[in-house]
């Protein structure tokens, strides 16, 4: 169970903390219950894990309640062409 979680922004993907009505982002996680890391690996561990102790899940989500939200889709599924439009991976 998380304890705490936040949305953080993806302005690449146009996911905002501040959009309306639903703000949208990466969720983060704290949880007592999480992994401390990877095992003799600091610069995996350094990348999915902030300096706070939250977990990047790399779920992109809208939070449509206190304490509701509701998945859009994964961070790494969507590519930025060198034309700057943005593909979908299926």
């Not at 501040?18 to 983060?28: F, I, K, S, W």
């Not at 992109?60 to 700057?84: C, F, H, K, S």
């Amino acid at each position: 169970m998380a304890t705490e979680y936040r949305l953080v922004d993806v302005p690449e993907l146009g996911y905002l903390s501040t959009d309306r009505p639903y703000p949208r982002g990466e969720l983060l996680l704290r949880t007592e219950t999480i992994t401390p890391g990877y095992y003799k690996r600091p610069e995996a561990t350094a990348a999915v894990f902030g300096e706070d102790g939250f977990y990047r899940t790399g779920d992109t989500m809208a939070e449509t309640g206190p304490d509701q939200l509701a998945y859009l889709d994964r961070r790494d599924n969507v590519l930025n062409r060198p034309q700057g439009e943005f593909v979908i991976l299926s």
